[in-house]
């Protein structure tokens, strides 16, 4: 079973740091790859795992942390800049 670990250096406004511990660290990966913009086969080649495997981590992703798509996903983990 793969380790849980907290996002380090994302904050995430209006959600507890309960939602962090979540997600595994191959997740955490994939959301910071998947918030600076890149697709589900860049991510593949970069962590040399097929594509359908990303797919299947983003859709746990979401689950997870309750979000539909990757623009939920970016708001999700901004920081509060206020």
Do not use: P
Request: hydrophobic fraction near 40%; charged fraction near 25%; proline fraction near 0%.
């Amino acid at each position: 079973m793969a380790s849980e670990v907290a996002i380090t250096g994302i904050a995430c406004r209006g959600s507890s740091e309960e939602h962090y511990s979540l997600v595994s660290e191959r997740e955490a990966q994939i959301i910071k790859s998947l918030i600076v913009g890149a697709t589900a086969r860049e991510i593949a080649k970069e962590l040399q795992i097929s594509f359908h495997t990303v797919r299947t981590h983003i859709r746990n992703i979401y689950q997870k942390l309750g979000v539909a798509n990757r623009i939920e996903l970016l708001r999700w983990t901004e920081t509060d800049e206020s």
